[in-house]
């Protein structure tokens, strides 16, 4: 099976967080209107395939907001040949719109931004998706000053859900920071330490790519060189997991694909929403 990474043109927030380049970008209507062409031209795309694949969003801004973004994950849901549907979100916009989709397949991986938004009103929205039988995953970026807000949140979501911390970039934990973040995710070590790739075999570019909006397919989000078209036909996978051109991967979205750390195992089919199912 065939797993997408999509990224189109949308780079912009509503949310302002310090540690984010897009906080609070607007795009221009114009690439908005580009932003939607493209992600409609993908949707159509994934219609028409006849082989069987999983598609997770993953824009720069935040794409919920976006009625478009909305009905492509409705639409994905209901594809008989769509495994799974998911996005990256911070839980800004209505839920709603996910009674009209399969429930089985669309998924949402999404961040609490403490600041941005009050406890009491992400943890609503979170506890509505759990009412409405919605997958998903909830996290932080660990600083320091996110630190009780995470416990406090943990203590009041639903058991159910998964709370996953990333390791804020560029910080370095000692012992005592790392065990209080790992009480809360016991996953927090993968995120901790960056991972030395190089030379190593990753299932990017083997049986999971990034897309652009333009359709220029690559192995992942940090390895660049194209692989050719999505719409032209004319990219090629790897027919074995092919090695990592990169000295580290530190991000989940790309180790979590790296085959030395088999989180496959760890995540079976909750991969793309950052859902485990071991623990």
Known sequence: MLTLLYRGPLASCDYDCPYCPFAKRRDSPERLRADRAALERFTSWVAAREEEVSVLFTPWGEGLVRSWYREALVELSLMPRVRRAAIQTNLSGRTEWTSRADLAKLALWTTFHPGQVTH???L??????AERGVRHSVGVVGLPEHLEAARRLRAELPGSVYLWVNAAEGRTYSDAEAADWTALDPLFSHSRHPHRTLGLPC???????????????????????????LYDGTFRLAPEPPACPNTWCDCHIGYVHFEPLRLYEVFTDGILERIPTLL
Do not use: I, Q, W, Y
Not at 124 to 129: G, M, V
Not at 204 to 225: I, L, N, P
């Open 120 to 122: 009491e009103r992400f």
């Open 124 to 129: 609503a929205k979170s506890r509505e998706l």
């Open 203 to 229: 299932r990017t570019g083997h049986d999971v790519v990034s897309v652009a909006g333009d359709g220029t397919v690559t192995r992942c989000h940090f390895v660049r060189t194209p692989l050719g078209n």
